[in-house]
């Protein structure tokens, strides 16, 4: 039984409204938690465990740019214990983008330093990497581009990004040279990696011509249509599976090469291969996301009124890579001005391609415009937070459509009374602990929500215990669990009586885990197959389905309580419920809002940086599970101190090596870096979004923070840093006089 919900209309109350069951929203435990914490719950490397499997070894370029003229493979399949040496046109030379049909392969050139042209396997993974140094590559040399700065002005507009390249409303040129106020500057911010826990790792294994491969993905749907495309077999013959993700954070939205590897492998060798990119060749053979120049132009009244806004991005990518960092995303949106103007250039680069990494264009571009706001309000002499609060658009002031539902003053002004802002140094560089500067900062925060086409099955069985299947993904966010919890809230069933099984391409086609959609579409689909389940019920009980009520495992109609075995009669009962995008996503502006403050201490003498504490205020609609929401939100506060602070990769100019190709020289927070962490989320539900009322919160918890604690810097001291991250090297020299003669 399929039934299928269209989102065209905005949803009524519903159960959930209801909570009859009382486990919507709360905030339960995972679901999966035991068997992670015991170490039961096995990753894409961990399969196939007392097999007679084969191991896999990159082998790596060893330039920049280059034509590949032979590859030597001799003295490798000479070592004890290796079984093949793959290579061809068909290597895959980076991770493939998001919902692309395929990844870029090698074709007989290196695109990037370190890129994969050839892959050893043997039977132990020691004897693959000792053998992978044997494997002489020879090339012919190119001229390589391995920076943006001296080439600004080159880029090209892509037709194939995560929106539009361009948009625009009016004449933004010249309304900015008419406005009474003109701010025009420029905000730099570097590339980064994901850095996710688990390195990207398959296994692969063969059953005649059928292929099977256990990888860490987030999107099952294209990823497996991407590995059939790389090993030239029909789609119908792969299964996939990824039922536990150590951390994705976009890196894994395409497969990376070793999936591809690993099946190529496999199919050499005619045995299973297991293939773990070393971290190095994470950082340097999957994606990253790319550094990014933007220009920032606010044209205003002498008021402080925002009368047009303009944010032009340049972002690198390698050839045939359509992606760019889409920094402007939110400035579409997010503040008002009857012309606008919003751009974004890709420069042709021959260092590791760009994709998507959590919250792309949100985590890069308000580290420029919520700058940029802030330094406005310097200007105008009018605190951050009233200057945001006089230049809140009542509707979309780009598309000129409603918003679903907007709480970002509310996020803000709660935050500020949350945080103490009314005690914020009101003079730059005015308070001092010693020799400690101590600043407040804050910035707004939104996220583009998006609904997906997902679908979920649910299977009652007699005894009344559910199941729920779908090829969704877990990448650590709690998707296990927030499924868990709406099936048994919709059912009326206890927790422990609802299983889910996910990760799986044999299960319902899902929306997978990227873009903050993945809650609220796969969630939405196991809403309609629970709706359906219901109607089920009440049609064979003989009643209206809205007067039916399910608790504890008993249907509740015309004062009679039968228990679901009793209903079911010995039959398993099994629907599908399926969700789809509808006209409420045209017809509205539907996003997440927040609001981050920080309060940061600058040493007078080295001008280090300590984050004191960070708040943030979020609307997010519904909220399907507080805990797993809230340690999203923790995530992306430390993951702000790293871009505030510490986070970039280090590129050498003259051949695009990664230089900084590790966890010990790609610098993320630590414990001694992250103070006391707040989060609270305000109460919403946006009937527009979703039949959850719900939209996504875990890359709104990123978007603003580095921008709010560069604020903060700038109260601490009154040196204002557009280049991040904000380093010891660059604020020194900017400190007030005192204070750099104290130095």
């Given amino acids: 039984m399929m039934t299928k919900h269209v989102m065209n209309e905005p949803i009524g109350e519903t159960r959930l409204d209801r909570n009859t069951q009382g486990v919507i929203g709360k905030g339960v435990d995972r679901y999966e938690g035991k068997l992670k914490v015991s170490g039961k719950a096995p990753y894409a490397y961990e399969h196939l465990i007392g097999e007679d499997v084969a191991y896999g070894f990159v082998v790596v370029g060893p330039v920049g740019r280059a034509r590949v003229t032979t590859i030597d493979v001799e003295r490798a399949l000479a070592e004890p214990r290796v079984l093949a040496v793959v290579t061809g046109d068909a290597i895959m030379r980076s991770s493939a983008q998001p919902m692309s049909p395929a990844g870029q392969t090698m074709d007989g050139e290196i695109f990037h330093y370190n890129q994969p042209v050839a892959l050893v ?115 119908s013959k ?27 492998g496999a199919r050499e060798t005619g045995r299973p291969v297991k293939l773990a990119l070393t971290r190095q060749n994470v950082f340097q053979a999957t994606s990253r996301r790319g550094e990014t120049i933007q220009r920032v132009r606010i044209g205003l009244t002498k008021a402080g009124q925002i009368t047009c806004i303009g944010h032009e991005t340049e972002t690198p990518n390698s050839e045939g890579e359509g992606f760019f960092e889409p920094s402007g995303i939110s400035t579409n949106f997010l503040y008002p001005g009857k012309d606008r103007l919003v751009t974004h250039r890709v420069i042709a680069s021959d260092v590791l391609m760009c994709s998507a990494v959590r919250a792309p264009g949100e985590a890069t571009g308000m580290l420029a415009t919520e700058c940029a706001l802030d330094e406005l309000a310097e200007q105008f002499g009018i605190d951050p937070v009233a200057f945001r609060r006089m230049n809140e658009p009542e509707k979309d002031p780009q598309e000129d459509v409603p918003f679903s539902s907007r709480k970002l003053l509310d996020c803000i002004e709660e935050g500020a009374k949350r945080f103490g802002w009314a005690d914020r140094p009101a003079t730059p560089g005015s308070r001092r602990e010693g020799e400690w500067l101590i600043g407040y900062g804050m910035a707004s925060a939104s996220r583009a929500n998006s609904l997906m086409e997902s679908s979920a099955e649910i299977a009652m069985s007699p005894e009344g215990r559910a199941t729920v299947k779908t090829a969704m993904t877990d990448i650590g966010t709690g998707t296990y669990t927030i499924l868990q919890q709406i099936a048994a809230e919709m059912l009326g069933l206890p927790l422990d009586h609802v299983d889910v099984l996910l990760g799986d391409t044999s299960l319902p086609e899902s929306s997978g885990s ?28 003989g009643v209206e389905a809205d007067g039916l009520t399910l608790k504890d495992g008993h249907a509740i109609a015309h004062n009679r309580q039968i228990p679901f075995s009793e209903i079911l009669k010995g039959e398993t009962l099994t629907v599908t419920g399926k969700i789809e995008p509808g006209d409420t996503a045209d017809k509205t502006n539907q ?24 708040l943030m205020v979020g609307a997010a609609g519904r909220i399907l599970n507080e805990k797993t929401a809230t340690s999203q939100c923790y995530g992306g506060q430390i993951w702000g101190i790293g871009y505030a602070l510490e986070e970039a990769l280090v590129v050498d100019p003259r051949n695009g090596l990664i230089v900084n190709h590790d966890l010990a020289e790609y610098h993320v927070p630590v414990q001694a870096d992250v103070p006391k962490l707040d989060v609270v989320l305000l109460e919403e539900r946006d009937r527009y979004a979703s039949p959850l009322a719900g939209k996504g919160i875990g890359e709104l918890a ?18 204002r840093i557009r280049c991040y991250p904000v380093t010891m090297d660059k604020l020194l020299p900017h400190l007030p006089d005192e204070v750099s003669a104290a130095a």
């Fill in 514 to 541: 990227g873009g903050s959609w993945g809650a609220n579409s796969a969630g939405s689909s196991v809403y309609v197959a629970a709706e359906a389940m219901i109607k089920e019920f009440a049609k064979r009980l």
């Fill in 591 to 614: 996003a997440s809002y927040g609001a981050h403050f920080a309060e940061v201490a600058v040493n007078a003498t080295t001008g280090e940086t300590r984050v004191r504490r960070l």
């Fill in 702 to 719: 990123i978007a603003g923070v580095g921008a709010a604690i560069n604020n903060a810097i700038f109260n601490a001291t009154g040196a």
């Fill in 121 to 235: 396997v043997a039977e132990t993974f020691e004897a693959a990497r000792s053998a992978a140094r044997l494997v002489k590559v020879e090339y012919e040399a190119q001229d390589g581009r391995y920076e943006i700065e001296s080439r600004r002005g080159s880029g090209r507009a892509s037709d194939t990004g995560p929106m539009a390249a361009d948009t625009e409303r009016g004449d933004f040129e010249k309304a900015f040279a008419e406005a009474e106020v003109q701010f025009d500057q420029t905000y730099r911010t570097p590339s980064y990696h994901a850095a996710a826990m688990e390195p990207h790792a398959s296994v692969a294994k063969w059953d005649g011509d059928r292929l099977t491969v256990w990888s860490s993905c987030q999107l099952l749907e294209t990823n497996i249509q991407q590995i059939a495309n790389g090993v030239g077999v029909e789609v």
């Fill in 238 to 264: 792969v299964r996939l599976l990824s039922p536990y993700i150590g951390g994705g954070f976009g890196s894994k939205l395409g497969i990376g090469p070793d999936a591809v590897l690993a099946a190529l």
